[in-house]
C-alpha cells in the first residue's frame, strides 16, 4: 500500500501543533498557579460620590485585620471566591470582583451602594436606604446628602428590606423619582410617612408641607405639583401657601 504522504504530513503538522499549543497552556497555568501574591490592587467605583468605604477598609476586610497572609502567600492557597463573598457581606459593597493578574498582583474591583434617602429614629440608630432597597448602616467615614426620612415608617425594627413588602417597593419606586429627577432631588428635603403609609414632604425652597399621601400615581402627583411650584408659587409668593395637598386624584388643595 502507498502512503500518501502529501496527506498525512498536513494531518501529522496539526498534531503537533495542538500537543504543543496545550502543553503552553498547561506549564503557563502552572506557572500561573504557583504565583504568590505580590500585591494587593483595590479600584473602588466612586462615580456618586459615595465615599462609605476605602482602599484600607478593602485590605482590612480581606487580611481579616492583618490576621490572613495575603500578600506572600501563594494563590493556589487563596480561596479567591470566598475573599470575594465575604466583601459581599459588608453592606456598603454592592459588588466585589476578585482576580489575579500575571505579574502576581490581586486585583479587587469594588462597586459601592448608593444610598437614596436616610431613616431618622428616636427608637433605633440611624440608617440608610440604597437604591436596591436595603437598609444600609450609618458610615463613620462619610455622610451622604440624601433625602431624611422620620416618622412610624423609620420606627419600624423590622424593616430590613424594601423590596420584600408592598410598602416598601412602592416607596423605593418614589424615591427613585426624586432621585432622578434634578428639580426634585434638590427640592425634596425631608419626609415624615406615618404607621398607614401617608407621606408629608417638606422642601428645601419654602415653607409649605406637600401632603403626599401614599406613594401611588407619583407621576400624576409629580406634575400638580410642578405646576403648584412653578406657576402657582412665583405669582402668589413662595410663602403664600402653608400646604398643598395632591393627596386625592385630580386635586391640588393649597392652604
Known sequence: MKLKWNKILPIAQAIVLVTIIFGSIGFVEKQYADKTCTSIHVDIDNQ???YFINESDVIDLITDGGDRRVVGESFENLNLKEIENELLNTKFIRQAEVYKDLDGSLMVNIHQSRPVARLMSDKMNDRYISNEGEILPLSRRY??????????????????????????????????????????????????????????????????????????????KFKKLEIFYKEILPSKGWNSYEKVSVKFKDQVVCE
Open 48 to 50: 456618586f460620590e459615595n
Open 143 to 220: 455622610t451622604a446628602r440624601v433625602v431624611l426620612i422620620d416618622g412610624a415608617f423609620a420606627d419600624n425594627a423590622k424593616l430590613y428590606d424594601l423590596k420584600k413588602t408592598e410598602t416598601g417597593i412602592q416607596l423605593m419606586e418614589l424615591l427613585q423619582f426624586i432621585e432622578n429627577d434634578k428639580f426634585w432631588k434638590a427640592q425634596i428635603a425631608q419626609m415624615t410617612i406615618g404607621r398607614k403609609g401617608n407621606i408629608h414632604m417638606q422642601t428645601q425652597v419654602s415653607k409649605q408641607t406637600i401632603e403626599f399621601g401614599k406613594p401611588v400615581d407619583i407621576h400624576e
